[in-house]
């Protein structure tokens, strides 16, 4: 959103530098991201550091699961469709199956339960910011 003046200077640039955080996080957002073309990035940029990280969520976060973590990241975004997210990522559906379940497996959480998916998508965008 435009501002004008000086005594907006400071939400400009917390709002620019949100934009630019999403832009790096999210390469879809193109190389340059307006404030207003964020979507839940506003959110997620406006908590402090480390507030977003989940301890069940975090389980994905390790190195040795990020696999894992890109697969349930992609299956959220695929709203929760197999196909295309086994598509997407360019694996056998049976593949998605079983790492989704690995990912209930390591999380506790329940990829049919509309909060638990939140939380872990909400985790794992806020843990690329």
Do not use: F, N
């Not at 390790?62 to 890109?70: Q, T, V």
């Amino acid at each position: 959103m435009p501002r004008a003046g000086l005594a907006e200077l400071g939400a400009a640039w917390r709002e620019a530098s949100a934009a630019a955080r999403a832009a790096l996080a999210e390469p879809r957002l193109g190389p340059v991201a307006e404030w207003a073309s964020i979507g839940p990035y506003r959110l997620l940029t406006a908590l402090p550091p480390g507030a977003a990280r989940d301890p069940a969520a975090g389980a994905l976060l390790a190195p040795a699961h990020r696999e894992l973590a890109r697969t349930a990241e992609a299956y959220l975004d695929c709203a929760g469709q197999a196909a295309r997210t086994a598509a997407a990522l360019g694996i056998h559906r049976q593949t998605l199956y079983y790492r989704l379940s690995r990912v209930e497996q390591l999380t506790g959480l329940d990829l049919d339960d509309g909060e638990d998916r939140l939380l872990l998508h909400m985790a794992l965008k806020a843990a690329r910011l």
